[in-house]
């Protein structure tokens, strides 16, 4: 059974930076491939950021492409997203994502997630 746990939210001002950190509990963490997903207030979950097992290559959605970072560190079993230049339109929750079937889309979606984490929340005030 695998459990991840995020860290890092938080209420921050618009064009400030923040990181999340989702520590995975479990095995063989170097085989799974992780996303990070933001569901924002009224809206539906949707994956933003992705990080695959196979070669540790990356891909992000359209909304937050060339401002988020998604990075592992296989030796702590913990997945990273750097997010800069922060806008209202980044508010929402924040769920880290664990697949252990499928690589990364190209959008930046996890296929088809076997795990979530509980999510974290992030206000960003304008």
């Known amino acids: 059974q ?20 989702c520590l995975f509990r479990g095995w063989t963490f170097q ?12 809206k539906a979950r949707e994956g933003i950021a992705c990080i695959s097992s196979k ?6 959605g359209d909304s937050v492409k060339g401002r988020f970072t998604i990075s ?11 997010m800069n ?3 209202s339109d980044d508010t929402g929750v924040y769920f880290c ?6 690589l990364c889309r190209d959008d930046g979606v996890l296929p088809n997630p076997d795990y979530f984490g509980q999510g974290t ?3 960003v005030s304008p």
């Open 72 to 82: 592992r560190e296989n030796g702590q079993n913990t997945v990273y997203l750097q």
């Open 121 to 123: 929340q992030v206000t």
């Open 2 to 21: 695998v459990q991840l746990v995020e860290s890092g939210g938080g209420k921050v001002q618009a064009g400030t930076s923040l990181r999340f950190s």
């Open 31 to 42: 085989s799974y491939s992780l996303g990070w997903f933001r569901q924002a207030p009224g």
């Open 55 to 60: 070669d540790g290559s990356t891909t992000y």
């Open 85 to 87: 230049n922060l806008s």
């Open 97 to 102: 994502a664990a697949d252990g079937q499928n």
